[in-house]
């Protein structure tokens, strides 16, 4: 059930360097054609940076490792697409659906496949209701026990930060600032929370994986990627706007995997467009440095 493309096959048994990308950001996350654009932009950006890219989904059943540009266009329009967790894997390869993977469903496929190094935009977390929801991401269980390394800004600003960190500690998930010592929020950048750890380099960071696999140690470590300075945005702004956002989310009953998709939306669309801008803009920041550091663990190989 796991098809991988012929040039990233090659990329991989050739030890050249692979940066893997999830697809929920094209069939969830953004909508069309900026959802389109952006998947093509972050591919080009991997190239530019001389890595391979393997957007990862399911079409038709089949977990797809490296999707053609045909792929990604048809999930970037088609209609009634699944949301695929790692959870929902076997039930999309028997009845035979199409969608997009998560950053769980991402991380199984590339693991399987080989590749070490994931980049996405940020991680799913603790919801801020959990108290009440129990609404933990499947991504964080994913993170405690897939060994790959994953770029991200965080997790996003929607969840609750502190209780996202304290689980990923409960899991024994490494958390690396990446030129930073807090933990990216995100649209802002700053969280305010302290990381125990950073690196400068990718070299630096590809010694730490090294280490971790030479331990045997079967967990993620998880790299905090701030966004660009120049994208950021304003904390209190961004925090007005989520609490609108979950206000509306209670209002109308969304619940389970629509939550994430629904205010994503509503901040785009209450933002003037301002989030979604700084959201494609830290993807293609958070696949740059995946790029850098598949480099680093590359050439430590050849």
């Given at each position: 059930?796991?098809?991988?493309?012929?040039h990233v096959k090659e990329a991989i048994e050739t030890l050249k360097p692979v940066v893997a990308l999830e697809s929920t950001i094209i069939t969830h996350g953004m909508p069309y054609p900026a959802n389109l654009?952006?998947?093509l932009e972050v591919e080009q950006?991997?190239?530019e940076a001389g890595a391979v890219p393997a957007t990862i989904g399911v079409i038709n059943g089949i977990?797809?490792?490296?999707?053609?540009?045909?792929?990604?266009?048809?999930?970037s329009q088609a209609k009634d697409l699944h949301k695929i967790s790692l959870k929902d894997l076997s039930v999309a390869a028997a009845k035979k659906l199409s969608g997009g993977t998560t950053v769980s469903a991402t991380m199984f496929a590339s693991y399987k496949a080989g590749i070490q190094v994931f980049a996405t935009g940020g991680i799913g977390g603790v919801h801020r209701d959990a108290r009440e929801s129990f609404d933990v991401s499947t991504d964080l269980e994913a993170l405690g026990s897939i060994p790959i390394t994953v770029v991200c800004a965080g997790a996003k600003a929607i969840l609750d930060l502190p209780a996202t960190l304290e689980y990923l500690e409960t899991k024994g998930v490494l958390v690396v600032g990446y030129k930073t010592d807090e933990f990216p929020a995100f649209y802002y950048g700053r969280s305010g929370l302290k990381l125990e750890h950073s690196v400068t380099t990718p070299g630096e960071l590809a010694q730490v994986i090294r280490e971790r696999d030479a331990l045997e140690i079967n967990k993620a470590i998880l790299v905090g990627n701030p966004p660009p300075e120049n994208m950021a945005l304003e904390k209190e702004k961004v925090e007005k706007l989520i609490e609108a956002a979950l206000h509306e989310a209670k209002a109308q009953n969304i619940k389970g995997k629509d939550v994430t998709p629904f205010l994503l939306d509503y901040l785009a669309k209450n933002s003037q467009g301002e989030t979604l801008e700084t959201n494609i803009a830290l993807v293609k920041n958070n696949a740059y440095v995946g790029s850098l550091i598949a480099k680093a663990l590359m050439a430590a190989k050849i």
């Open positions: 059930m796991l098809q991988i493309a012929p654009h952006t998947a950006v991997i190239k977990i797809k490792v490296g999707l053609s540009e045909e792929e990604i266009t048809y999930l």
